[in-house]
């Protein structure tokens, strides 16, 4: 559930291209990782499975994009 939650987070974040919206949104799951390891037992496995899913959900989804961009260029001038 955390991996398909940090992967959502990315699919949504990606679209902004805003720089400081993908650091913040990576900064709100740091947090809220804290938050859980204070009230309950977590391990740094959880943590580290929801970065690299989330930086899997913003690369995935900006490469996406950026072939979206290529095939438009290139329609345009046909």
Known sequence: ?????????GFVTA???SIFSMVLV???VCVAYAGAA????????DLTAAIVCYDAGLLICLLGLYA?????ERRRFV
């Not at 979206?68 to 438009?72: K, Q």
């Open 1 to 9: 559930m955390i991996a398909l939650t940090a992967t959502t987070l």
């Open 15 to 17: 679209p902004m291209r």
């Open 26 to 28: 990576g900064c709100l």
């Open 38 to 45: 204070w009230v309950s037992s977590t391990s740094v496995l």
């Open 68 to 72: 979206f961009d290529r095939i438009r």
